[in-house]
């Protein structure tokens, strides 16, 4: 099917960068859409970023990282990117990558058939 694998995660301080990636492999014609969740201590998986995958690459970003994040796409690399900037405490959390079959609802999780394992980002204060 399709794999996707995150890395980039790690410790920085309050205010500081880190840039995720997710390399998919196998199948990925299959792919609409990808997207960056979250899951913080705690809580639940919340809806971070998504980018079409399959078209003209639009962008949705969820209200919690508006104008700090930027997620982006190199498809000859199967691979989508997240840049976060201006990093919170509470952005703390195991980042997803995912990736939809099907035009959908982009913040909904459910909407996502592939998933990888995750990458931790931890924002001192």
């Known amino acids: 099917q399709v794999q996707l694998v995150e890395s980039g995660g790690g410790l920085v301080q309050d205010g500081g960068s880190l840039r995720l990636s997710c390399a998919a492999s196998?199948?990925?014609?299959?792919?609409?859409?990808m997207g960056w969740f979250r899951q913080a201590p705690g809580k639940e998986r919340e809806f971070v970023a998504a980018?079409?995958?399959?078209?003209?690459?639009?962008?949705n970003y969820g209200d919690s990282v508006k104008g700090r994040f930027t997620i982006s796409r190199v498809n000859a690399k199967n691979t989508v990117y997240l840049q976060m900037n201006s990093l919170k405490p509470e952005d703390t959390a195991v980042y997803y990558c995912?990736?939809?079959?099907?035009?959908?609802?982009?913040?909904?999780?459910?909407?996502?058939?592939?998933w990888g394992q995750g990458t931790r980002v931890t924002v001192s204060s």
């Open positions: 980018i079409n995958w399959s078209g003209g690459g639009s962008t």
């Open positions: 196998g199948y990925t014609f299959t792919i609409y859409a």
């Open positions: 995912a990736g939809a079959r099907y035009r959908g609802t982009y913040y909904d999780m459910n909407e996502y058939t592939y």
